[in-house]
């Protein structure tokens, strides 16, 4: 899969997640071909899927957040209003933009955004539009009755401590040669 092939990956199903399995489509999984047993960054096409995530990250298409289920998850511009629209329906954690900066010495630095500073001002203006019956039908149903604001993250339940990471670890095209 191609950088422009994953971001129309993420384009024709509107929320993807990077890598985790869950109740939406998974970019790596879609880039293996399947389930992937461990990490993917020992899967074979583990470069590939570093590629295009890293791709998609960086471009102002799509919004990187934590979602679905705390889990790194893309969401396509084209949504973004029925998520402004719905955004009582989530945590403000889950809809907080999020990225990696790689600073000069190597190291990775974890970074946020919170709602709905992230938002522009169309995008606003067409949620402000929208009723809440029209933005349910432009989010995969499987979002749409998603727990209440306040609800822990299936992480959280989980008791899982480690932070998802918001792109992928390796140094890009931009950072590398630094």
Request: net charge positive; glycine share 8%; with cysteine.
């Amino acid at each position: 899969m191609t950088p422009k092939q994953g971001l129309a990956f993420v384009k024709r199903h509107g929320i993807v997640l990077q890598a985790a399995r869950g109740p939406v489509p998974s970019l790596a999984e879609a880039i293996a071909g399947g389930p992937i047993r461990g990490s993917w960054w020992a899967h074979p096409k583990g470069d590939e899927i570093y590629t295009v995530a890293d791709a998609i990250s960086e471009s102002g298409e799509v919004l990187v957040c934590k979602l679905v289920d705390g889990k790194v998850t893309y969401v396509h511009r084209r949504l973004w209003p029925a998520l402004v629209k719905l955004a009582a329906r989530f945590s403000n954690d889950r809809l907080a933009k999020v990225w990696e900066e790689h600073t000069a010495g190597g190291a990775h630095r974890s970074k946020s955004l919170p709602f709905p500073k992230w938002v522009p001002d169309d995008v606003m203006k067409e949620a402000a539009l929208l009723s809440e019956a029209a933005a349910e039908k432009l989010f995969p149903s499987v979002m749409v009755h998603a727990a209440p604001a306040g609800a822990k993250s299936a992480a959280k339940r989980r008791n899982l401590s480690k932070p998802a990471r918001s792109t992928p670890r390796r140094p890009s095209a931009k950072t590398q040669g630094r």
